[in-house]
């Protein structure tokens, strides 16, 4: 993306891949099983249910009988929703880039940040207070880890779509070379 041999229409291709990216990580995090877990295995949650092993024989309860719950499951799928449209968008805004849409895809990714991480705190926070009534360490895992990936990936695209515009001219060779020493 800067003038250091790397050509700028082949590398502006990298931003999409990157929300492709983010949009797998946000997939894995909204199925996966392993948001937490306890260091002896007895129990563990998803987004949606806690599973636990008193017994040895597994019995869920669902995670969206909560409010946080339910708001932390609509925060992540409106931040999930909003990373597809910007996705899509992405392709028109740099397909055309008569249309001036880079920065409004910017700030959409900006929205979904927020949403995300949001949601990424509510979760931990509740379910320590509301389902953690035992005495062991529970370890947030891989879904969770992913939850986060897909935020801090939005974040990086969402600062490039909305800089993006103040260089493309330079970047392209369409402005007048600009020098730092000139005679007087």
Known sequence: MFKCGIAYPRCKWILPL?????IIFDIIALA??????TESGKEYASLWSRCTSPGGN??????????????TAALLIIGFIILIIC?????VALCVPQIPMLRIIG????VAVILQIIALIIY???????????NENYMYSWSYGFGWGSTIIMF???????????YEEELLGNTKTKYFYTSS
């Open 18 to 22: 990157l929300l492709l990216f983010a």
């Open 32 to 37: 996966g099983k392993g948001w937490v877990e």
């Open 58 to 71: 597994w019995s869920c309860t669902s995670i969206m009988d909560y409010a946080w719950g339910k708001a």
């Open 87 to 91: 996705f899509l968008i992405s392709f």
């Open 107 to 110: 700030g959409l990714l900006i």
């Open 124 to 134: 931990p926070v509740c379910f320590t207070n509301d389902l953690a009534k035992n």
């Open 156 to 166: 990086g695209c969402a600062i490039f779509f909305c800089c993006l515009p103040n």
